[in-house]
């Protein structure tokens, strides 16, 4: 029973009540104060009891439990800002599970991915070792030579780098930590996945440029080339072992064409595979319905070509093909598609509708869902994220690729035209993932009278989706005395956003958060030709602000006069030569210093020259020296600032430098990128063979760069100290990266 005042006040006798309630109820505020202590006793009564469990107990007492079982605690709280690297609650809770199944390979599959976060498969190594077996115990999964006539055996060796290898090897000496060493009897591999899957749905199909058939498309709004990953499918638990379908691995052709073929001998209309159906990992629909595999009929004999009545999904190698000039001609396998089929190449992400379709598809488009790879959440994606001014009170929202401005300008005038003491804010939030072929002005009123702070106009992504505004040229960007800008969850593509220069002192902001503006538009991915080094974003304004936070852009140009603030954000100049960040009246390769450049976490690919830089901390300089420019990174005032735990070029002139490499212990380190291409799914993501020094060298011990939020190296550092807790004597185990 809660010992509250009105419990304990009717515990009283009626005539004390009666004789309270003419007296003004003193006796009741009396009862009150006792009230308030016995409340206090039942919650801490409450609190040791939820403190016995490790489920319920308070924080505090999560160590305490430990010490009762012999936890040893590993590193938790990263950074004081970003603390929760791995929870000490949940090791607690499955210290006893794990020690009853130590050693066991779906104790460390289970270990493995819990403390890295990501998903993982546990392989014996000595299952796959090519040795005489025991008549009195035949291992039929592990033939001593390979099947290379079965597609799914050599599949199996191929992906994934070998995470669920059927092919019997000979022993090798190598120590598995090293990366190297895999078959021998004592070692065990973690296969860990890296890239998770995004997904994007309902996406209109890109047409091929320069196409005139009008057959060849490709599933990226953007107009490039896309490899498509795998929807895992959710575990059963730690009792089984995860399987090729319960990682996050791209898709590749030949495995998705054994599926569709399986489903195509069937009698039955089948609309799903294991990857191929609504709410799998890609699917393609008409008119609201998924296209199916195949259609009512008998099934198809082996090595028959169908008829022509039934439709179906082929699934098939659309590469280029290129002459011997290296022009591509056109694509493979495109004489081969009938006129009622639909082939579809996933590891490229390209369709080639056949004669029929592409009519089909002129009245009512084919509309695909599919999953794309990324290291990290930043950038514009379909991620979970709380998109900005959520609170605002002037609310629109758009959809279905309508026009902006109309919604833009309506804004503009009713902030405008408010009252100063009405409502200054408001938001444009895109509900849906289409593309937005339109150029806008983007508008922000100024403050006249001498109210504190300005106007803010936010135009956002909802949250898990990823717009994509595609312009015809520039981007013109007008704010306000004491305005404020705000673009969030957006990917920008096509022209350059510039802000234009005010008539005015008074100091206004440019605020990105979660955004794309794409970077590496001179691979004319659009279908345009763009000169070298066109910048994603200029700025010619004295008196503005730039914030970037979780962006993906290209070269910046920033007047001298303004300042920026970068945060988990990466600058891709398309070269180490090239210019990043200047100022916006840099002609050709020769560059003015830029405003003030302040940088956290981030990776810039190119030349910065900055007026000054007050600080950069755990970032990445990949910049190399140039005729135009010999210093890669070229500060002018290197009196103020410091440049703190940052991979800088040598022959740089920056302000004083703390714990930077490379250094006379480190003279070698240099970054090594698994893709500096915008559009991989391993965009910005080091190496495994990066040297240690930029892998762990932040101010945390984590990596440097961009990718400085995911913790790797110190999720790894935790999970090979639980594994000197877990495993078997005489095991030894690595690591390996499938992704």
């Known amino acids: 029973m809660t010992m509250d005042v009105d419990t304990l006040y009717r515990l009283l006798p009626a005539v004390h009540r009666i004789e309270d309630e003419k007296g003004g109820r003193a006796l009741h505020a009396f009862i009150e104060l006792f009230a308030r202590e016995l409340q206090a006793i039942e919650e801490n009564l409450d609190q040791l009891h939820d403190d016995q469990f490790i489920e319920t107990c308070a924080d505090w007492v999560v160590p305490y439990i430990g010490d009762l079982i012999g936890y040893r605690p590993i590193r938790d709280d990263a950074s004081t800002l970003r603390p929760g690297l791995n929870s000490p609650r949940a090791e607690v809770a499955n210290t006893i599970m794990y020690r009853r199944r130590k050693g066991t390979a779906l104790m460390l599959e289970e270990l493995a991915s819990s403390i890295t976060g990501c998903p993982a498969h546990a392989v014996e190594f000595f299952e796959q070792l090519c040795t005489s077996q025991s008549m009195n115990h035949v291992r039929l999964h592990a033939p001593a030579t390979a099947s290379v006539r079965s597609l799914p055996h050599m599949l199996a060796l191929r992906g994934d780098a070998g995470a669920f290898n059927r092919s019997a090897h000979t022993a090798q000496v190598r120590r598995p930590e090293s990366g190297a060493g895999r078959f021998n009897i004592p070692n065990i591999g973690l296969f860990l996945w890296r890239l998770s899957p995004n997904r994007l749905q309902n996406l209109p199909l890109t047409p091929e440029p320069g196409d005139a058939s009008g057959t060849k498309f490709r599933v990226n709004p953007l107009g490039f080339d896309l490899p498509l990953f795998r929807l895992p499918l959710p575990e059963g638990g730690i009792e089984q072992l995860a399987t090729a379908a319960n990682v996050p691995s791209r898709l590749l052709i030949r495995a998705l064409a054994l599926q569709v073929r399986a489903a195509q001998q069937s009698a039955e209309v089948l609309a799903e595979t294991l990857d191929y159906g609504a709410d799998r990992s890609l699917v393609l629909r008409r008119g609201g319905a998924v296209v199916p595999i195949n259609a009512s009929g008998p099934a198809v004999p082996p090595g028959n070509p169908p008829s022509p009545s039934i439709p ?307 970032t990445i300089f990949d910049a190399q020296p140039s005729v135009a420019q010999p210093a890669p990174v070229w500060v002018e005032r290197r009196q103020q600032g410091c440049i703190r735990f940052c991979v800088v070029p040598p022959d740089a002139v920056t302000p004083r430098k703390h714990r930077c490499v490379p250094d006379a212990a480190h003279p070698q380190a240099v970054p090594q990128f698994a893709s500096a291409r915008y559009g991989d799914p391993s965009y910005g993501l080091l190496r495994g063979a990066t040297d240690a020094s930029i892998r762990t060298g932040a101010d945390d011990d984590g990596e440097i760069g961009v990718m400085h939020a995911l913790y790797q190296p110190l999720r790894e550092a935790n999970l090979r100290v639980r594994l000197d807790e877990y495993l078997r004597f005489g095991l030894a185990a690595g690591i390996f990266y499938a992704t």
């Open 312 to 618: 179906r999904l082929r699934i098939a190698d659309l590469r280029d093909l290129v002459d011997a000039g290296g022009n591509v001609t056109g694509w493979a396998h495109a004489a081969d598609v009938l006129p009622d089929e639909i082939a579809l190449d996933p590891e490229r992400g390209r369709i080639l509708l056949g004669s029929a379709r592409a009519a089909e598809h002129a009245a009512t488009p084919f509309l695909a869902s599919f999953h794309y790879g990324a290291a990290r959440d930043f950038g514009g994606g379909p991620y979970q994220r709380t998109p900005a001014g959520g609170t605002h009170t002037e609310q629109r929202s758009v959809g279905g690729s309508a026009p902006l401005q109309a919604l833009l300008d309506e804004l503009h005038d009713t902030l405008r035209d408010a009252p100063a003491s009405a409502a200054t804010h408001g938001r444009l939030s895109i509900a849906d993932s289409l593309t937005y072929a339109e150029t806008p002005t983007l508008r922000v009123p100024g403050e006249t009278g001498d109210e504190i702070g300005g106007h803010e106009l936010v135009l956002s992504a909802a949250n898990g989706v990823r717009p994509l505004l595609l312009a015809a040229g520039d981007i013109v960007v007008d704010i306000g005395a004491r305005g404020t800008l705000v673009l969030d969850g957006l990917v920008i593509a096509g022209g350059t956003l510039r802000l234009v220069a005010s008539a005015d002192t008074e100091r206004r902001r440019l605020v990105l958060r979660d955004c794309t503006l794409v970077p590496g538009l001179t691979r004319d991915r659009l279908g345009r030709a763009v000169s070298a080094g066109t910048p994603s974003l200029v700025i010619d304004d004295p008196n503005v602000a730039l914030v970037m936070e979780r962006c993906i852009t290209g070269p910046l140009r920033l007047v001298a006069q303004a300042e920026a603030a970068l945060t988990d954000c990466l600058v891709d100049a398309d070269a180490p030569d090239g210019m990043a960040y200047a100022a916006p009246e840099s002609p050709g390769d020769s560059a003015s210093e830029g405003a003030p450049l302040t940088l956290n976490e981030c990776t810039v690919i190119g030349q910065v020259h900055a007026v000054a830089m007050p600080m950069a901390s755990n």
